[in-house]
């Protein structure tokens, strides 16, 4: 009975960590809706954009409702800011417009019965036509092969630990524990594998940012395809929820800034490498078909994704949800740029510095997008202030791999289920034809 209970607990802790971090909207009593005048959101540079705004409670418009109103270039200071009374609980803002491609966002808010509530719709501008901000080092791919190399001489030494409470009927759940790329440093992940024998196709799911248990893809497993769950930051990702929490408050606040001024020292060399290691362990499995190889995530999950598949070419599929990482020097140039947004201006004086920039250059998703040789679903929502879509169409429009992108144009950096559950059959569909 104990395990069953922590089973559950460690279960119901892994969907809300996801729930908290997708950040899901949560249904309110009261209900901003502000639409873009287009019913695609897309618009041409020069082009006017107006944004129809409806206030409403149980589903009726409220009469006579202030709001307050802001736009501008997403994530910039508005270029106008405004207010008005909704005599009908409607209301029209003629807006403004972009000269070049980009995304323009307005945000409105309003006070019901003393409690504010605030909304935003961003409007496309060319979005296909979006190009980044940041440079490709002449030495990146031979910094890159160089860093593989090394951590290729480091023993796999695998350990595997079978969580019995976790198998099913058909499927064998472990706590995978490997070498990472020095000796001593540590990947952990929740493998799931088909117990019938035979040789299956893989997926490797990559994390979305902060610290947490993973429970595994179980049922992705009984469809008859192995999955391999990582943690990043080199413990075990089966211990009490709590402690990541405090792990998350304390040692690893901030990692994605650790060591920012040296590229050879930053946190995410270690994560990209232990990526690539995940897929070494992988086609050491007995169970692996041996080629057939995806990888997914979200967020920081989703830059993970594109940087595995920029990184090795034994990556066949990918298929990521709004990528983090991806044109951080977006800011630094007048316009958005990607999580974790180390060169805005909350960040900009610590980390706006020549060695910390060039650093970046070598970590930003965009250099890994173009390298990536695997075909590839992307999918994000224009309204995303976690990760901005400019940030993302600067990776995504250097990509030269067969690609689609699924656009959920109301979406932040949350998903609906149409939208995991189209992800999910394209890769249900390449690794198993079906």
Known sequence: MRLKNLRIFLLLGCMLSAFILSGQPVEKLVKIVV??????????????????????????????????????????????????????????????????????????????????????????????????????PADFVQFWDNAKAEASKIPMDAKLTLLPDRCTEKVNVYQANIQNYRVGTRLYGILCVPKKAGKYPAVLK???????????????????????EIGIHGIPV????????????????????YNLDD??????????????????????????????????GGSQGGALSIVTAGLDSRIKYLAALYPALCDVTGY?????????????????????????????KYYDVVNFARMVKAPGYYSWGYNDVTCPPTSMYSAYNVIQAPKSLVIFEETGHWTYPEETEKLRNWLVEKLTGK
Not at 87 to 115: P, Y
Not at 210 to 228: H, K, L, N, S
Not at 238 to 257: A, E, I, K, N
Not at 265 to 294: H, N, Q, W
Request: with cysteine; aromatic share 12%; net charge neutral.
């Open 35 to 136: 639409a873009p005048d287009h019913a695609n959101w897309v618009y041409s540079p020069g082009e006017k954009a107006s944004f129809q705004v409806t206030v409403m409670k149980n589903s009726e418009p409220i009469q006579n409702v202030k709001i307050k109103y802001e736009f501008g270039p997403e994530m910039m200071t508005p270029v106008k800011r405004d207010s008005a009374v909704l005599k009908d609980g409607q209301f029209r803002i003629e807006g403004g417009t972009l000269k070049e491609a980009g995304f323009l966002r307005c945000k409105v808010s309003a006070v019901v019965d003393g409690v504010r509530y605030e909304n935003l719709a961003t409007a496309a501008y060319s979005p296909e036509k979006v190009k980044p901000t940041t440079e490709l």
């Open 206 to 228: 990559v994390p979305g940012a902060g610290v947490r248990p993973y429970g595994g893809d179980i049922a992705m497993a009984e469809a008859g395809i192995i999955t391999f």
């Open 238 to 257: 089966t211990m009490d929820p709590s402690v990541y929490s405090d792990m998350g408050r304390s040692v690893l606040d901030g990692y994605p800034f």
């Open 263 to 296: 590229r050879d020292r930053y946190y995410y060399k270690r994560v990209y490498l232990g990526c690539v290691r995940a897929i070494d362990f992988i086609y050491s499995m007995p169970e692996f078909d041996g080629s057939t190889l995806a990888v997914t």
């Open 332 to 360: 630094l140039y007048g316009r958005a740029g990607g999580w974790p947004h180390m060169f805005n201006d909350a960040n900009k004086a610590f980390n706006a510095k020549k060695d910390k920039i060039e650093t970046s």
